[in-house]
């Protein structure tokens, strides 16, 4: 029996999700296809456009096999934090033989490459890193600029990092090689429109572009031609139900927090340092709703969307001790089930077999079957950020309130 991993945040689940799952399987000869995917939060500091049970079924009914919850504090930070967890979670599964990801350059070798030089981040990297953060740039931009002077062929380097897909690969490779892990990774290329390609075209668009549709012109009938006909039956049953949801829906709820904590150092949470901080609580009192605020924070070297997940993490209460407690502790300590295929029962009794992490599938269990304190402190705020998600889509739709202790995983 052959598994092969993919790491997904499917926001919304589309053509080119379905592709590439196809072609993780034949490339690799699988039986079956594991996703790890984000909660009701992503990555680049928002929250996702579906809850995580509808992108679950989707992502089933698009040719994954089982579907597990990337917990919160990784689904939600940077591309090096996303990427660890998620390794971690795959990794410790036990019964995961290769890591399938999305690139621009669709060359394993290349990105193995970049993989190397960013796991190395010696003393010169970390030099060149710091002056170009001192001289103003992004963080993104600096690295880059460092990459690029330590490079054998800068050239390469740059081409590479200009695409996100990418950066995230060679994130996931690095992850791999720093826990020697024996999952074998592979890359298909991404086809049809660029990752920030805002406008639709063909039926390949990009998951920004159909967001971006939605927010524009709540046109639902954009997204026909660009998902699976079932992914597409099943989301027009709950469109304008519970979905879609935005950063801005989230607007009133994160001006209460703020204001809450005005005269508290904001740096205690993850991802925020006192500059920001300070720059936070300077602009408070122009806050109007959540976009427009993180316009106003942002500077060159403060990307809108290091700002937003900051923001995020202010929120849900993830606070910097707890990720460098986690991260000590190899970042996870329990595997959520969302969602399976009946015909992946063999892979879900391996993963109870030979996980190193319990199989979550009622969280009644949890208590019991979570073993720390860390992890314990990590289901309950992963818990409540779940029920802050719901509380925002209750408000906005007017549905029941959906409590994490009465879901079930989702069985197709």
Do not use: W
């Not at 304008?240 to 949801?245: A, E, H, M, N, T």
């Not at 992946?344 to 109870?352: E, G, M, S, V």
């Amino acid at each position: 029996m052959k598994t092969v991993g993919i790491i997904a945040e499917y926001n919304p689940f589309h053509n080119g999700h379905a592709f590439h799952l196809a072609e993780a399987k034949a490339m690799t000869g699988a039986d079956f296809a594991l996703v790890v995917m984000s909660g009701n939060f992503v990555q680049r500091g928002a929250p996702a456009m579906m809850e995580k049970s509808l992108r679950a079924e989707a992502a089933l009914l698009g040719g994954a096999d089982v579907v597990i919850e990337l917990p919160v504090h990784y689904a939600s930070a940077s591309a090096e934090y996303f990427a660890a967890g998620a390794v971690s979670l795959l990794d410790r599964l036990g019964v995961v033989d290769f890591l399938c990801f999305g690139s621009e350059c669709g060359d394993i070798g290349v990105l193995s490459e970049l993989a190397d030089a960013l796991l190395s981040e010696d003393a010169s990297f970390k030099r060149l890193l710091k002056e170009r953060l001192k001289k103003g740039a992004s963080y993104p931009q600096a690295r880059s600029d460092a990459l690029q002077a330590l490079s054998p062929q800068p050239g390469q380097a740059l081409s590479l990092l200009e695409y996100p897909n990418n950066l995230l690969g060679a994130e996931y490779l690095k992850a791999l090689k720093k826990r020697n892990s024996r999952i074998i990774p592979c890359t298909v290329a991404r086809t049809g429109s660029a990752y920030h390609e805002k406008t639709l075209s063909g039926s390949y668009g990009s998951a920004l572009a159909i967001r971006e549709s939605l927010v524009r012109k709540n046109a639902f009938e954009s997204m026909k031609e660009q998902t699976p006909p079932a992914v597409y039956r099943l989301m027009a049953q709950q469109f304008q139900k519970s979905f879609p949801i935005f950063p801005k829906d989230f607007s009133e709820l994160l001006s209460y927090k703020l204001l809450q904590e005005q005269e508290k150092d904001l740096s205690v949470y993850f991802d925020v340092d006192r500059s920001l901080s300070d720059r936070l609580h300077k602009f408070l009192p122009a806050y109007t709703d959540f976009s427009s605020f993180c316009e106003k924070i942002k500077t060159k070297n403060l990307t809108y969307t290091r700002i937003s997940r900051a923001l995020i993490h202010i929120l849900l209460n993830i606070y910097q001790t707890d990720m460098d407690a986690f991260r000590a502790e190899d970042f996870v300590y329990y595997a959520r089930l969302l969602g399976f295929r009946e015909t992946a029962a063999p892979l879900l009794h391996a993963i109870k077999e030979q996980a190193l992490l319990p199989l979550i599938t009622r969280l009644a269990e949890a208590p019991r079957r979570i073993l720390s304190e860390n992890g314990l402190r990590m289901f309950a705020q992963d818990v409540q950020a779940s029920h802050i998600y719901s509380l925002v889509s209750v408000n906005k739709f007017h549905q029941e309130f959906r409590n994490e202790y009465r879901s079930r995983p989702v069985i197709l």
